[in-house]
Nanobody, 122 residues
Framework: QVPLVESGGGLVQAGGSLRLSCATS????????LGWFRQAPGEEREFVAAIRWRDGTTIYADSVKGRFKISRDYASKTMSLQMNSLKPEDTAMYYC???????????????WGQGTQVTVSS
């Protein structure tokens, strides 16, 4: 497993923005993808967005399309999630994950970060 280090998150009012980042020390990428999942208390972990490192192909959950944007930076080996127009229902612990397939299924991701809390107040 390759460590993933998350940063960002915090408390924001509804309609505001936050940016999450996830750094990897991975040396080779191939078909590797990095993504974000989130989990609210009492809920199952759900997919948010993911990006294939090699070609930048992205996938998003319907609930965040048009509001969130995932990107990656080669030089810093960092993947970021820009979250705009945040809603109270976006409140959750957000986890960075890495795996060899671009997919929304958490079972296909082998590397996981510790999580960072996002709280959106109404």
């Amino acid at each position: 497993q390759v460590p993933l280090v998350e940063s960002g998150g915090g408390l924001v009012q509804a309609g505001g923005s936050l940016r999450l980042s996830c750094a990897t020390s991975r040396r080779s990428f191939g078909t590797y993808a990095l993504g974000w999942f989130r989990q609210a208390p009492g809920e199952e972990r759900e997919f948010v967005a993911a990006i294939r490192w090699r070609d930048g192909t992205t996938i998003y959950a319907d609930s965040v399309k048009g509001r969130f944007k995932i990107s990656r930076d080669y030089a810093s080996k960092t993947m970021s999630l820009q979250m705009n127009s945040l809603k109270p229902e976006d409140t959750a612990m957000y986890y960075c994950a890495g795996g060899m397939q671009l997919t929304a299924a958490p079972a296909n991701y082998d590397d996981w970060g510790q999580g960072t809390q996002v709280t959106v107040s109404s």
